[in-house]
Structures are given as structure tokens and as C-alpha cells.
């Protein structure tokens, strides 16, 4: 069962380079999710997309880019990183909305720091 | 806004004793209301959930009640274990029309358990 895969699960980055995390499900869920968790802090949501093609903001979207061309994939972009962009990331997924009651279920996480 | 409050940590028991994480949320509607784990070095999951007022929502020993009146989903387990140490999230979804959704968590509580 793989459920929600992301990559990599670990990476340095200097300050004003990019990169992307991958993310795929394989629950066939239209719903997927990009989180940050920062040090003693909740979840915070960056971007949704609610099917293939479809994306939209969350609360914290400066500095990131998404596109959802499949409905496995949802890739997150960094651009010119920062080091407030230092974080532990999220990919999730669900069948239909959260706020329906819908379980999330989340990747293990990609930790990134920039310096 | 919406948000969600939750006890601050870190949580230090002696196994078999008893937990309460207590939580209470503000939102404008009806949210549906849920309590996702971390353990060390994973992505979050799903320990329990209640989607409208007074359901209790139970799993693993741990169980919550969705009390409308007081705002209020504690977490609660009689007898807890070591294998219970870990990141406890209190966390709302609120659906908001449209494909706007809003899923809400709480900064989380630390428990250890001691032998």
C-alpha cells in the first residue's frame, strides 16, 4: 500500500536556488494538499487542488508554485529559496473534501533547510 | 476567523495513567472535527473523528466527544502507554461553498510517556 509518496525526504538548499518536491498518490483521490510544519507550530496549508488541472492558494502561497497535470501527481516548486522557507513539508490527499468529513491522509513528510 | 486552541505541551505521564488534551474551536458554520497523531519522524495520521454535534468519535482507546455548547472536542484515553509518545493535532474542516474549503489545525501537544 503505497498511499501518498513524496520526495526527497531530506535536502539542503542555498539561498535563491530551486527545486521541486514530488508528490503522488495512488488512491485515485481528487484531492491533494501541500502542508509546512514549522517548529512548534500547526500545519499550514500552501496549495489545493481539488482535480487534475485545478489548483488554488492557501494561507501561505508566496514562494511556491504548483500544477496538477495528472491526478496521481502534485508537485510543489520553490522558487528562489529563502530561508523562511526552512520547513518540514506535507503532501496529502483525500477522496472529497475534508470539510465533508473526508479522511487526509498524509506523506511522511520532506524536510528542507536553506542556508 | 476560524481557528482552533489547544492545550499547550509537553504532556509528561507515567504509563497507565490517564489523558486529556483538552481543545475548543471558533468557526462560522458547522465544522467537522478531528484529532490527527505524529509520531517521531512521520507524516500525520488520522486517530479520530466527529462530523456534527455530540458524536463521539473513538480509536486505539482514545476517544472525543464534538460538544457544540462548550466549543469542545477533548481528547481523552483512560491508560496510556509509551507507544502513545507522540504530536497530538486538534484540527477543524470547514466547507465554504464552491471547491473552497478550509481544513484548521491546532499547534499540537507534545505527550511523552514514561515506563
Known amino acids: 500500500n503505497a498511499g501518498v509518496t513524496q520526495t526527497p525526504k531530506f535536502r539542503i538548499l542555498k539561498i535563491g536556488q530551486s527545486m ?9 483521490h481528487n484531492y491533494m494538499y501541500w502542508y509546512r510544519q514549522d517548529p512548534g507550530m500547526g500545519l499550514k496549508l500552501i496549495y489545493y487542488s481539488v482535480g487534475a488541472g485545478i489548483t488554488d492558494k492557501g494561507e501561505v502561497p ?4 504548483v500544477s496538477r497535470s495528472t491526478t496521481e501527481d502534485f508537485p510543489l516548486r520553490l522558487e528562489l529559496a529563502a530561508p523562511s522557507q526552512t520547513s518540514v513539508y506535507f503532501c496529502a490527499s483525500s477522496y472529497h473534501a475534508a470539510a465533508l468529513g473526508n479522511t487526509i491522509y498524509f506523506g511522511e513528510g520532506s524536510w528542507l533547510t536553506v542556508v | 476567523g476560524d481557528s482552533v486552541t489547544q492545550m499547550e505541551g509537553p ?3 507515567s504509563e497507565e495513567a490517564c489523558l486529556t488534551i483538552n481543545c475548543t474551536y471558533t468557526a462560522t458554520g458547522y ?5 490527527y497523531v505524529q ?3 512521520e507524516g500525520l495520521q488520522l486517530l479520530l473523528k466527529a462530523t456534527k454535534a455530540d458524536d463521539k468519535g473513538s480509536n486505539k482507546g482514545f476517544e472525543a ?7 469542545s472536542f ?10 502513545d509518545s507522540a504530536v497530538y493535532f486538534c484540527a477543524l474542516s470547514l466547507y465554504s461553498g464552491g471547491s473552497n474549503y478550509k481544513l484548521t489545525f491546532g499547534k499540537g501537544t507534545l505527550l511523552t510517556v514514561n515506563p
Open chain 1, 62 to 65: 508566496n514562494g511556491y508554485n
Open chain 2, 39 to 41: 509520531y517521531p519522524g
Open chain 1, 20 to 28: 521541486t518536491l514530488q508528490c503522488t498518490q495512488d488512491m485515485n
Open chain 2, 65 to 71: 466527544t464534538y460538544r457544540k455548547e462548550t466549543t
Open chain 2, 31 to 35: 465544522p467537522s472535527l478531528f484529532w
Open chain 2, 11 to 13: 504532556v509528561t505521564l
Open chain 2, 74 to 83: 477533548h481528547l481523552e484515553k483512560g491508560s496510556v502507554q509509551v507507544s
